[in-house]
Antibody, heavy 123, light 111 residues
Framework: QLQLQESGPGLVKPSETLSLTCTVS??????????WGWIRQPPGKGLEWIGS???????YYNPSLKSRVTISVDTSKNQFSLKLSSVTAADTAVYYC???????????????WGQGTLVTVSS | QSVLTQPPSASGTPGQRVTISCSGS????????VNWYQQLPGTAPKLLIY???QRPSGVPDRFSGSKSGTSASLAISGLQSEDEADYYCAAWDDSLNGHWVFGGGTKLTVL
């Protein structure tokens, strides 16, 4: 059964870079049918897609965050990572990683999700 | 101010049927499929419905989805106390080179 686990600092200072890693177990990150995505949820608010990556390194990002986001993949470790630069308090959120299934006819869906990790931006 | 519009709350009594709406536009729901996610308190979202009306393995057939034009709906029949959760719709949006958009979420209360 595929599982995803987020890891990284729970506290980041304003203007610094948030860095998180998602470790995939129970399956290969190099599967051809899947992308791998990051989604976040500010406390008490809704979900926001950050971006997704294919095992080849092909990425696509939320236009509203694109200038600050970098997503990368390490197939040897079965991991993918998120970097969000110049963070502010508005970036405080629970960050989830998820497998992103895409099909020939649809943009797909996110399933399963990691348990999420809370990142607080504060000095 | 989510791109997809959901009612903030919904409620029903055990055994009842409830529906949750999701309204979008021609660039998202109008031209792409809709997914629904269930988020139980304190947990990560879980895929509930994909491709408008498909249920993943393990999701009870009490849950069903539909789409018409630029709107979609999630229906829950035979409401149970364990259905109390937040529900989110999501769709791909073709604008701005494409991106995923979510609804603001609907908190379902089982009375």
């Amino acid at each position: 059964q595929l599982q995803l686990q987020e890891s990284g600092p729970g506290l980041v200072k304003p203007s610094e870079t948030l860095s998180l890693t998602c470790t995939v177990s129970g399956g290969s990150i190099s599967s051809s049918s899947y992308y791998w995505g990051w989604i976040r949820q500010p406390p008490g608010k809704g979900l926001e897609w950050i971006g997704s990556i294919y095992y080849s390194g092909s990425t696509y990002y939320n236009p509203s965050l694109k200038s600050r986001v970098t997503i990368s993949v390490d197939t040897s470790k079965n991991q993918f990572s998120l970097k969000l630069s110049s963070v502010t308090a508005a970036d405080t959120a629970v960050y989830y990683c998820a497998r992103h299934r895409r099909t020939v006819t649809t943009a797909g869906w996110f399933d399963p999700w990691g348990q999420g990790t809370l990142v607080t931006v504060s000095s | 101010q989510s791109v997809l519009t959901q009612p903030p709350s919904a409620s029903g009594t055990p055994g009842q049927r409830v529906t949750i709406s999701c309204s979008g536009s021609s660039s998202n729901i109008g031209s792409n499929t809709v997914n629904w996610y269930q988020q139980l308190p304190g947990t990560a979202p879980k895929l509930l419905i994909y491709s408008n009306n498909q249920r993943p393995s393990g999701v009870p057939d009490r849950f069903s989805g539909s789409k018409s034009g630029t709107s979609a709906s999630l229906a829950i029949s035979g409401l149970q106390s364990e259905d109390e959760a937040d529900y989110y719709c999501a769709a791909w949006d073709d604008s701005l080179n494409g991106h995923w958009v979510f609804g603001g979420g609907t908190k379902l209360t089982v009375l």
